[in-house]
């Protein structure tokens, strides 16, 4: 954080001219007046992150205190209750991640010593999982103690790139990164390429979050994701640094282009799908278009950190929530697709219209030119950051 | 032993300051500094390295910002002034009964927070709002939008500023004594040239501490930028949050910073030495 201060002092006499500061009455009172930026913490952060990983170690019954982080909104208000009555454990969950790069500043100092803050669990974005894991921040889970996972985790989430037998990993919610479109306003906004259409000129976001916002402007310029070199990668962020040096793109934004959206500021963002059905409740205008060119599918990942409190409990967690009963109640309140299977003949009987959506259940067709972020390594990612971060600070 | 405590007094009055300005300002002085010279990452850790090289990339890869951080603020600044100037007048000899009011009403936007206000006008100025909507049919705005705009952050800073402007040149035009002008209207000065050469000269304290508290603290902001900037509307402020919160590359930020402020304080120095004149200042001020 930053904060700002002034410093007030009095103004001595300048060349030897003793009257002077008297002179200049009041205005003594702001002269030298210096604007100091102070960093509060951050400093002195030395660290050096290990490779070697953890073995998460499940011992008997779950018990005791369990501290989750998690993103805001992306929880009913029964689920944790619900948990508790079934496994006396005592939960405290914590809404305190709100953009993966901040949490892991945030976080880092703390991970890099081997703690976790009093954290069991953080739910964090594929890339954010995999860059923690490689560097031996994230434990392998004890599979055993998680069977629902097992046993209930659908086929399309099983393999990841970034974590091809889910040792590490297992999935919270699953969404289509897209277009979220004011049709009153713009209903001809059809593909990514549309934004940089001079027609919305200003009346366009996208997101702060690389791996949503990078590969979409990539499809748009054509590049299989499969193949995308970093330099694909720069490149597509030269187009968006284009676009946000000629005012096409507004702004840069998290969930807070749902503002945007609702005043009518904008006509077409890259937005998540269950914030557009969200948002549709309010205002019919706003729905989640599926871009020409595909969608990208993130999930964010449960993970157990280094020096967790309590793993068996954690898994006790992993394993409630993977059990389709207790996943409807989430999916119903979040909208967004669940990892699990079996919840779609329960949200049938409590909530048909959540159960019929395509944003929650997509068909195989829906998705099909879909894409999962690519991964970079360590080196890559830096540079496209780095490249990324100028423009939006631009 | 009086001797002695009356030596002593003026440091034990000094000491509670001292020490405040020394834990709240030296000593995170010091370390922003010695963080600016680090070198590494978040993930390899920083290291004290005398990585002067900071402050060149500081300066090269951001200079853009910097200009704009100090076009911005200075336009802010001299519409601050003009605006608060009449303003000010006006309540120190034109107001009568209504002083109190008025000062209170230039006083009274302090009461909500400043990000508040802020966040009210960008509701204010969206695009499908009736005060734009009236402003396109009279053809005011250049694209049919006043946010993400230049003119809009420039607003906003003025806007959120101004107070800082009106109440030191109030305390100063409030001081004159009056007699002073009515002496210069009996020795045939007409109500203009009474203006420029008595009023105004003896408000330039009001006007010079007024351009500083607007400047200073407009030079660093990033809220206004935030809120009512596209995305090419960011100011130097920006630059650093994003490199603290989001980049977290502590050591560039701590240079940008840094040289921000060294900068301010040579754009200040310049600034109280022709301003502080005796062009500008004119005669001693009487009954200071």
């Known amino acids: 954080m930053l904060s700002r201060r002034f410093k007030e002092q009095g103004k001595g006499s300048r060349?030897?001219?003793?009257?002077?500061?008297?002179?200049?009455?009041?205005?003594?009172?702001?002269?030298?007046?210096?604007?100091?930026?102070?960093?509060?913490?951050?400093?002195?952060?030395?660290?050096?992150?290990?490779?070697?990983?953890?073995?998460?170690?499940?011992?008997?019954?779950?018990?005791?205190?369990?501290?989750?982080?998690?993103?805001?909104?992306?929880?009913?208000?029964?689920?944790?209750?619900?948990f508790e009555k079934a496994t006396g454990v005592h939960v405290k969950y914590i809404e305190d991640v709100n953009d993966n790069a901040e949490f892991f500043g945030k976080v880092q100092p703390l991970l890099a010593q081997g703690q976790s803050g009093g954290r069991s669990i953080f739910v964090v974005t594929d890339w954010m999982a995999k860059k923690m894991y490689d560097l031996g921040y994230v434990q392998n889970l004890d599979k055993s103690a998680i069977p629902n996972v097992k046993k209930n985790l659908l086929p399309a989430f099983s393999h990841p790139t970034f974590d091809p037998n889910r040792d590490f990993s297992v999935p919270w919610q699953s969404g289509m990164t897209g277009l979220i479109v004011r049709t009153d306003l713009a209903p001809n906004v059809k593909s990514i390429c549309d934004l940089f259409d001079p027609k919305y000129k200003g009346k366009v976001d996208m997101l702060t979050e690389i791996p949503d916002t990078v590969p979409l402007v990539m499809k748009c310029m054509g590049v299989n994701l499969d193949h995308a070199t970093v330099d694909d990668w720069l490149a597509a962020i030269d187009k968006i640094k284009g676009a946000a040096e000629s005012g096409q793109i507004r702004r840069f934004t998290g969930n807070d282009y749902a503002r945007d959206l609702t005043s009518g500021d904008v006509d077409a963002v890259i937005g998540w799908s269950g914030d557009a059905v969200q948002l549709q409740a309010s205002n019919p205008d706003i729905k989640f278009v599926m871009p020409k060119e595909g969608c990208m599918i993130f999930s964010d990942n449960m993970v157990i950190p280094v020096g967790a409190p309590n793993p068996t409990a954690a898994e006790a967690w992993m394993n409630y929530v993977y059990d389709p009963k207790n996943q409807a109640q989430i999916t119903d309140y979040n909208y967004y697709f669940s990892p699990v299977s079996g919840v779609k003949p329960i949200l049938q009987k409590i909530d048909p219209k959540a159960a019929n959506s395509q944003l929650i259940f997509p068909t195989k067709s829906f998705t099909k030119t879909c894409d999962v972020a690519p991964t970079l390594t360590p080196d890559e990612l830096q540079q496209v950051t780095q490249a990324f971060d100028a423009v939006v600070s631009g | 032993m009086t001797a002695t405590r009356r030596r002593l007094t003026?440091?034990?009055?000094?000491?509670?300051?001292?020490?405040?300005?020394?834990?709240?300002?030296?000593?995170?002085?010091?370390?922003?500094?010695?963080?600016?010279?680090?070198?590494?990452?978040?993930?390899?850790?920083?290291?004290?390295n005398w990585q002067f090289s900071n402050y060149k990339d500081a300066l090269s890869l951001y200079d853009s910002q910097f200009l704009r951080s100090f076009y911005y603020a200075g336009l802010a600044t001299l519409v601050a002034l003009l605006i608060g100037y009449p303003l000010a007048y006006a309540i120190a000899f034109k107001a009568g009964k209504w002083k109190n009011a008025m000062l209170f009403a230039v006083v009274a936007p302090f009461f909500t927070t400043y990000l508040i206000r802020t966040l009210a006008w960008e509701t204010i100025l969206s695009d499908q709002s009736p005060v734009v909507k009236t402003l396109n049919s009279l053809s005011l705005t250049s694209n049919g939008r006043v946010l993400a705009t230049s003119g809009a952050v420039i607003a906003g800073i003025t806007y959120n500023f101004l107070p800082f402007m009106v109440l030191p040149i109030y305390a100063s035009l409030e001081r004159i004594d009056e007699r002073l002008i009515e002496a210069a209207k009996d020795l045939y000065a007409s109500s203009r040239a009474a203006f420029v050469r008595v009023t105004l000269p003896l408000s330039a304290p009001g006007m010079v501490a007024g351009t500083l508290l607007t400047f200073i603290p407009a030079a660093g902001d990033y809220v206004n930028a935030f809120f009512l900037g596209g995305t090419n509307n960011k100011m130097i402020g920006n630059t650093i949050q994003g490199l603290y919160l989001t980049q977290r590359d502590y050591p560039a930020a701590a240079a940008l910073s840094f040289v921000l402020m060294a900068l301010i304080m040579v754009a200040v120095f310049v600034y109280i030495r022709f301003a502080g004149s005796e062009a500008l200042m004119g005669e001693e001020a009487v009954g200071a």
């Open chain 1, 15 to 82: 060349g030897g001219r003793p009257g002077h500061a008297r002179r200049l009455g009041i205005g003594a009172l702001a002269l030298a007046a210096a604007l100091a930026i102070a960093a509060c913490g951050g400093s002195g952060v030395e660290s050096s992150g290990s490779t070697d990983v953890q073995t998460v170690k499940v011992t008997g019954k779950p018990s005791g205190d369990l501290t989750i982080s998690n993103w805001p909104l992306y929880i009913d208000n029964k689920t944790v209750p619900d």
């Open chain 2, 10 to 48: 003026p440091y034990v009055l000094l000491a509670p300051g001292a020490l405040w300005l020394i834990v709240f300002f030296v000593v995170p002085m010091y370390y922003m500094v010695r963080l600016s010279l680090d070198a590494g990452t978040l993930e390899t850790g920083f290291r004290f």
